[in-house]
């Protein structure tokens, strides 16, 4: 996989009784609400940061899924759950692919609670993108008290591996 294929971007700590605080840079914050869909992808953000905060850390992939449906709808953002996309090899239909969240249409959403988000998770959300025509993707991780998210862009015109 090439690395220019997706962008990193650090999380926010907090406690679960407590206000949110960030570790990140103003410097940081410009990139996450910049670039490629940069404001949704603030929005969907700070829409994580609301679940994380309210539901704490560490349960189901598919209960914070549910949760960030009902915030999206909450900050009136339309929002596609499990919705399906086939995957098609010399015109037969030969798989499916079904990314947990789709935002506005343009941003695929993977929730995850996982110890860290690797590369093959990051392969994962390429292959969505590809498969559904968008560019954009998020990986949330839910797993520890400081949400972990990446931002992952498909550049038009590189080849992955």
């Not at 999206?72 to 798989?95: A, C, G, W």
């Not at 959300?125 to 991780?141: A, D, E, F, R």
């Amino acid at each position: 996989m090439n690395a220019n294929n997706f962008t990193n971007l650090r999380g926010y700590n907090h406690h679960p009784k407590q206000k949110m605080t960030t570790n990140l840079a103003p410097d940081d914050l410009e990139v996450l609400s910049q670039g490629i869909e940069g404001p949704l992808v603030y929005q969907v953000t700070g829409c994580a940061m609301r679940v994380l905060n309210e539901l704490g850390h560490g349960l189901r992939e598919k209960t914070y899924e549910r949760a960030l449906c009902v915030e999206f709808r909450h900050n009136s953002l339309s929002v596609d759950s499990q919705k399906i996309y086939p995957v098609y090899y010399r015109e037969e239909k030969i798989d499916e692919y079904i990314p947990d969240l789709e935002v506005e249409g343009r941003l695929i959403v993977e929730t995850k609670t996982v110890e860290t988000i690797t590369e093959e998770h990051m392969g994962q959300v390429i292959n969505y993108l590809k498969i559904t025509g968008l560019q954009v993707g998020l990986i949330l991780n839910f797993k520890h008290p400081k949400l972990e998210w990446r931002k992952v862009v498909l550049q038009k015109g590189r080849r992955t591996k």
